[in-house]
């Protein structure tokens, strides 16, 4: 079993940035890909950023990519989204979640998920 907790989010203005962290115990936390998803009121879990166990691979979905950073930090058992120049669109429940198997952008491809984090974007 892995459990995840996030935090660092919160209310904000148009064009803030904000980071949220993702801090694991359980299992070895550099055995897992870890990704990380958001979900607003009436809507799909969506996937946003990916990364792999070693931090050596990322990926991005459209509507963040050049906005948002993933990273990781093994030795604390830590990821990291990086959010910058935030959209009212942005608000959501932030959640990350971890895979042994390789990362994907389905929620259905992850095996561990956090409790989550609101970001509040106001315009």
């Known amino acids: 079993q892995v459990q995840l907790v996030e935090s660092g989010g919160g209310l904000v203005q148009a064009g803030d940035s904000l980071r949220l962290s993702c801090t694991a115990s359980?299992?070895?936390?550099?055995?897992?890909?870890m990704g990380w998803f958001r979900q607003a009121p009436g809507k799909e879990r969506e996937f946003l950023a990916g990364?792999?166990?070693?931090?050596?691979?990322?990926e991005y979905s459209d509507s963040v990519k050049g906005r948002f950073t993933t990273s990781r930090d093994n030795a604390k058992n830590t990821v990291y989204l990086q959010m910058n120049s935030l959209k009212p669109e942005d608000t959501a429940a932030y959640y990350c979640?971890?895979?042994?198997?390789?990362?994907?952008?389905?929620?259905?491809?992850?095996?561990?998920w956090g409790q989550g984090t609101q970001v509040t974007v106001s315009s």
């Open positions: 979640a971890a895979t042994s198997r390789l990362f994907g952008r389905s929620k259905n491809d992850y095996d561990y």
């Open positions: 359980g299992r070895t936390f550099s055995n897992y890909n």
């Open positions: 990364i792999s166990w070693s931090g050596g691979f990322r």
